[in-house]
């Protein structure tokens, strides 16, 4: 992790050499000469996660790095923030001006210097004490070839020992035994300790297996095997399984040539098992050894990325559902005897920790048989974390779980780590951590992508590596939230306290011994705790708190860090926090880089925001801000500025979104990537104008547009290449929405439309990258299917007042990829015609407020795919056809494992299915029958 922290700073001190900075005589080579040792020492950073700790010498040493670079980068940031003169704009500044500025600053200057000389000794010291890098390598490799004892007793188990496999065994076997001759590739997939080796032994050693395939190999991996190695394993195996001597010469054979004898070796029907694949390489050499013979051979992988194969079958091992989990804890905790009553409920604690994942099932219980009593129970519930940091029986668990991390490269460490900031079972925004992992510097430009399309790059890779799971998606696929298992969490947070990384400070846990510094501060439920840290020093770099208690009413941030630990700030997350004015003494924090003051109460921003120079997120969202001052527009390096709220009452009301209004030349901005919601009513023609200068724009909304503005604003949309999502609302419902003249961006994939129009806008139908298409009050007398039906990848379609007809038909063949369809106040909608081979994917279909839609849809049978259908306030004269075992038109949705009808109740909407449809008059209460629903619409974009 040191690696991680030394890679970040490297990039800083390249910059701070090619920059044109006045340093002092002596100081540029001061910073050349620590550049060039930590560069000299990263070969033997870049293995010392996994070695640090069995080699005390080792560990102390890579702390020793650690704080080197964290001193260094506090010089850094102190130049940054001494010697720029924060009340100067851009470069016209005279020559008496710059003299004084010099002087002013020469004793910031000299304070620098002597700081970087004291950093130069420290690294002399440093290396000389530098580890034997020969000694380290050795047991390097010597460490990570060994099989994990928790991986060589899977391969011993008997079926009897196990739960929940009949279901993924069945499965696997299917996949194997299916009719498709030519060769196949199945990868099981999934994090650490979910039973993958334990899985494709069972299948493997399977009399059904054995007969149905004559040749059969199983190879054992591990992250350091090589493609020499694992080659002659399997020419040794298949010489024995076939009865043939093993060739001697074998040991002096090149790859190709053992490549040639396998592929040779394999002319019959064969099942290849290569358990615990870690990267793609070793793969993609060895898969040119495994002929397609088209007998129906099989190759089974086991590993813990999801992008092992580009052809082959993804098989996603689960976690064990809650039944399974808690007989699989019982039977090993309790020897096959029932639980205790009075365990119960701390068991049921322990057992969500352990989040159906068999290896901590199995090793917690290990821990647990030998406690008896409640209170023994509970304390190691209540400190799971110390727990697995020094009990031994948990140590294949810890080992399990940490290889994973040892092996991320170095930029997906600090993100991995920087989740630890987040409480326990809190869903993580997928935009928020991406904004995060930018201000904090984790990520590493590339060329011809934005900082936000590497950070996603990270996020997908870190989900291909199984140590993030998707809490919640979007209804066109993309990822919304997302969270750790609760123990990797548990791991990841003792790196985090081992390497100083983040200090978490709960009200909860006021004993905890802090660290001498802490440099990012997450504060959970409470800020008294931190009040009482004396001894502790704070070079903050990130303040985030969730889910506080205390009023922020009077909340000073100098005075819960001191007045000068939080002058180096780079992110100030508040998001949800009880505050209701903005903190004046934000502004002074020149260096910040990401304020979010997100679900506050706040009503407005000073002026004085200007002096954030430093600026990229500021997110206002669900504030009561309605107005920014002009002088916003001198955040030059601001790429996301997002302020809106929506009115509670419903989504699906006009004036249910409020946006802001700004009296600047928007167009300065010029970093802007996304800008929501800007209101245009007042001076619009300037500002749709200035709009165009925006040309980095990537989600653009527009509020209270008026027709004789449309014109303009398409010209400006036109020169907006990188545009990915469009929101435009004009100033009224009956408003006319005139973007007839855009020439559609070449990568829009998301477009919602409020306002009148007089025709439907031709330009949409060659949008063939949207995902997402809202209209609302449209109120068009032409069917827009006929323009949507045939874009490809449209997967979320959604109507509100958009067509006057009385007929929609959906087409077969169209609309190939739509996943969700919603209907709402189409008035006089009488008919819904669905052609076989429409919409064929459609899973989720909402119809509501359709009053003179008293038929079912013809040819809804035909959606075979669909997962649930919703009627909101519709005609009891439809919702009596659908009733199981009454209506006449029920077997049209016989099918459909859940269908829905809701009526609005005491402000809420209170659902039904339709088995108890008919009751609900006479038992309005029935829990099974009912659930609230506080908006019935999905308009909230």
Known sequence: MAESSVSFLLDKLSWLLEAEVNLQRGVREDVEYIKDKLEHHKAILMVADSLENKNHELKEWVKSVRKIAEDMEDAIDEYDLRLVDHDQQGNNICYFQEICFYFKTMIARHIIASNIKGIKSKVEVISHRRPNISGVGSSSSKSRSPRLDSQGDALLLEEADLVGIEKPKKQLCDLLFNNESKREVISINGMGGLGKTTLA??????????????????????????????????????????????????????????????????????????????????????????????????????????????????????????????DLFFRKTFQGNSCPPDLKEVCLEILQLCGGLPLAIVAISGVMATRKFEEEWKIVCRSIGSEIRGNDKLEDMKKVLSLSFNELPYYLKSCLLYLSVFPEFHPIEHMRLIRLWIAEGFVNGEDGKTLEEVADSYLKELLNRSFLQVVEKTSDGR??????????????????????????????????????????????????????????????????????????????????????????????????????????????????????????????????????????????????????????????????????????????????????????????????????????????????????????????GIQKLRKEDGPTLCSSIEKMIHLRSVSISTITEDEILDIHAIKPPRYLKQLYLSGCLEKFPQWIKSCNNLVRVFLKWSRLKENPLVYLQGLPNLRHLEFLQVYVGETLCFKAEGFPSLKVLGLDDLEVLKSITIEKGAMQGLKKLIIQRCGSFKNVPLGIEHLTKLKSIEFFDMPDELLMKLRPNVGRDFWRVQHVPTVYTSYRRDGGWDVYSLETFGERETDSNHSSAKRSLELPTLWKV
């Open 201 to 326: 032994k069972q299948v493997y050693d399977d009399p059904e297996v054995k007969k149905h395939f004559k040749i059969h190999a199983w190879v054992n991996l591990s992250q350091s095997s090589k493609i020499e190695e694992l080659l002659k394993d399997l020419v040794q195996q298949l010489h024995i399984l076939i009865g043939k001597p093993v060739p001697e010469e074998i040991g002096m054979m090149k790859n190709d040539e053992l490549k040639r004898l396998i592929k040779n070796l394999l002319q019959s029907r064969y099942l290849i098992v290569l358990d615990d694949v870690w990267y793609v390489t070793l793969w993609n050499a060895v898969k040119l050894a495994l002929p397609n013979n088209n007998l129906g051979s099989r190759v089974i992988l086991t590993t813990r990325k999801t992008n092992i194969t580009e052809l082959g079958k993804d098989f996603h091992l689960e976690f064990l559902p809650e039944k399974e989990a808690q």
């Open 479 to 700: 990822m919304k939230t997302c969270r750790m298992h609760d123990l990797l969490r548990e791991i990841v947070n003792l790196k985090s306290m081992d390497q100083n990384f983040a200090t978490i400070a709960r009200e909860d846990e006021q004993d905890t011994e802090w660290t001498e510094q802490v440099r990012r501060l997450s504060i959970i439920n409470s800020f008294r705790n931190v009040l009482k840290q004396n001894k502790t020093i704070f070079k903050l770099r990130s303040l985030l708190m969730f889910a506080l208690s205390d009023s922020l009413n009077h909340f000073s941030i100098r005075e819960l860090c001191s007045s000068t630990g939080v002058n180096l700030l780079r992110v100030l997350d508040l998001q949800d926090a009880p505050l209701e004015d903005f903190p004046a003494e934000i502004v002074d924090l020149y260096l910040l880089k990401y304020l979010s003051l997100k679900n506050t109460k706040v009503k407005s921003i000073p002026c004085s925001i200007k002096k954030l120079k430093y600026l990229e997120t500021l997110d206002l969202k669900h504030t009561y801000v309605t107005e920014l001052p002009a002088e916003i527009v001198e955040l030059e390096r601001l790429r996301h500025l997002l302020v809106y709220r929506y009115d509670i009452v419903s989504y699906a009301h006009f004036h249910a979104k409020h946006g802001f209004k700004v009296a600047a030349p928007i167009g300065n901005m010029q970093s802007l990537q996304k800008l929501c919601y800007i209101e245009v009513d007042q001076g619009s023609g300037a500002i749709m104008v200035e709009l165009g200068k925006l040309t980095q724009l990537r989600r653009l």
